[in-house]
């Protein structure tokens, strides 16, 4: 155990070099002049890059001018990892394009957008590039990029200091990232199981409270780096790895034996050896065998590795585009620690008000059992209706009940057991007669539902999508795409909270809304996801009237009514 958190540090003490990449305006110098009605724009390419024949376009917001057809040159043939048979330039080439003028007006400059992408040899590829300049008449000018008026996305800015930060700033700044994500709701289950593995020890040792929650964390670690490595080198969507039915059924069943083990009054009738390999098991798990807890930590790492956020999606990206795993690797252990930070917090602390022996031990051990039933329920949630998740919850309630009141059994004085299950049975009856069909009809899921589907066209292909962004461009209008999925925690919370708002909706009601339901994750899903980049639900993407991704306004995970709002509003303008 002491080498593998020798060699963990040792691993974030590496002094890593990597070559000098050019700025995006120092690889594709752009030159551009007018003149008898002509644009003339240069394209310059450095040694050791290229441009994207497919990525190239020019656009004006100026409604004096009409631009011609830009015929570009045949590119080079070329087998692309992430775009597939493409054409690229290597050299500098020069386009004209025919400028048409609306009669009675004049002239003499104007603003040019010039959008492109392209990568470096080394393996670094830039995200797209809009170039605003403003062209004069007979001048020959150099192009630049706005970045005064151009944002980048939160993702596209954490990808920047992935790629151009010392490497130990990079790790300060995910391992406060994950710090701050550890306090998410996706995240806060890992508290409770944190918290029965050290309650399932026997004595009350601070070292040893410290062991198990630095192999828990490391086991969260391993899991964060391989899965996302693995989907990020694979192209595969990161969510759809760990939200097969199979898996969140395995992950429940798991929940449920360690509950099991945590309890331990339950008669489960199986084999004598088999059975006695399962406690054997159990008792390791839970009592505090570090390599027993490293697996747990790595499992139960995977439930909340399905939730996406902008440090998440920016590391896939770097790792991606660039090949550059190192640096993914480490931003992804930052990130991860930084999420084990409050983690070990709590197993320092569990140490000083956990009971050391006795009945009152017992019944902390049981809760916590209890608390694992409860994960248990909440795994499967995404693949049960809402009926069976409640009658679940119910079932629960029950069971923790009823076994309670038999350990208290022995101390009632003056108080009939019978009693007390008649009232517990009357209250049960109340909570049923609560959750009944008819009250089950205006539950938050079925709100959510109604209001994606009376909002937001149902997109399910490449082909619906570029349909419904004609129609929104010809009536001037932006699109807002948005990317869900029955398994998408994150996007119930989004739904319920950030959607189900009024000033929100009638906003909405003004712009072409889309959604993209991607649960199968079928061949159209894909398709879908990789056109965008997108590596999982909940993800918003907005589109300008001319049909371009606006990149900087891309939201990922849960934001806000009134940031979405704030965001429709300046792109309506």
Not at 357 to 373: A, D, Q
Not at 411 to 439: C, D, K
């Amino acid at each position: 155990m002491r080498v593998s958190f020798l060699l963990l540090f040792s691993f974030f003490s590496l002094n890593v070099s990597t070559q000098q990449v050019l700025k995006p305006q120092e690889a594709f110098p752009i030159e551009v002049a007018f003149q008898n009605d002509v644009l003339q724009i240069s394209h310059r390419i450095k040694d050791g890059y290229y441009l994207y024949r497919d990525k190239i376009s020019y656009e004006t917001q100026d409604t004096r001018i009409l631009l011609g057809s830009a015929k570009l040159p045949e590119g080079i043939k070329y087998e692309d990892e992430f775009f597939g048979k493409t054409e690229i330039f290597r050299d500098d080439f020069t386009i004209y394009i025919p400028i048409s003028i609306k009669t009675g007006e004049e002239i003499d400059n104007f603003d040019i957008q010039i959008n492109s992408q392209g990568c470096a040899d080394i393996g670094l590829c830039y995200p797209p590039q809009q170039w605003i300049k403003n062209v004069t008449s007979g001048r020959l000018i150099e192009a630049s990029i706005n970045t005064d008026e151009i944002e980048l996305s939160d993702q596209a800015r954490l990808g920047n200091i992935i790629t151009e930060t010392n490497i130990f700033l990079v790790s300060l700044i995910f391992l406060g990232l994950g710090f701050a994500l550890a306090f998410t709701p996706c995240h806060l289950p890992t508290i409770p199981i944190l918290s029965s593995i050290i309650i399932g020890q026997a004595g009350n040792n601070k070292l040893k409270s410290l062991g198990l929650s630095m192999s828990y964390v490391l086991g969260m670690a391993i899991t964060y780096c391989a899965a996302g490595v693995a989907a990020a080198v694979a192209g595969q969507q990161l969510q759809a790895l760990f939200t097969l039915p199979g898996f969140i059924i395995s992950m429940s069943a798991l929940f449920l034996i360690l509950g099991l083990g945590m309890v331990g009054t339950f008669n489960i009738q199986l084999p004598n050896n088999l059975l006695n390999k399962v406690n054997s098991t159990l008792s390791n798990q839970v009592g505090g065998n570090y390599l027993g807890v490293v697996i747990i930590g790595s499992l139960s790492a995977l439930l909340v590795t399905a939730c996406v956020a902008p440090p998440l999606v920016a590391t896939l990206m770097v790792i991606g585009q660039s090949g550059d795993i190192l640096r993914g690797i480490i931003a992804l252990s930052s990130l991860s620690l930084g999420l084990g930070i409050p983690l070990i917090i709590i197993g320092l602390s569990a140490s000083r008000w956990l009971p050391t022996t006795g009945e009152y031990l017992e019944v902390i051990k049981s809760l916590f059992g209890f608390v694992m039933f409860g994960l248990a329920i909440w795994v499967i949630n995404p693949i049960i209706s809402q009926n069976a998740l409640i009658t679940l919850w119910i079932l629960l309630g029950f069971v923790t009940i009823f076994y309670y009141l038999g350990r208290l059994q022995k101390r009632l004085m003056g108080y009939q057991l019978s009693s007390l299950l008649r009232l517990t049975l009357v209250g049960s009856l109340i909570g049923l007669y609560a959750f009944s069909p008819s009250y089950l009809s205006f539950t938050d899921a079925e709100v959510e539902k109604k209001i994606t589907d009376q909002y937001f066209d149902s997109v399910q292909s490449l082909t619906e999508l570029e349909d419904f962004i004609k129609v929104a461009s010809n009536d001037e209008q932006i699109s807002l795409l948005y990317f869900t999925a029955d398994w998408c925690v994150s996007c119930r919370t989004l739904e319920k909270d950030t959607f189900n708002n009024q000033d929100f909706l009638n906003l909405l009601g003004t712009v072409n809304a889309m959604k993209a339901d991607v649960t199968e994750n079928n061949l159209d899903d894909k398709k879908l996801m990789k056109e965008f980049n997108v590596f999982g639900p909940p993800t918003i993407v907005m589109i300008s009237k001319t049909g371009n991704e606006i990149e900087s306004s891309r939201k990922v995970g849960v934001v806000s009514s009134n940031e979405l709002i704030r965001e429709i509003e300046k792109l309506s303008l």
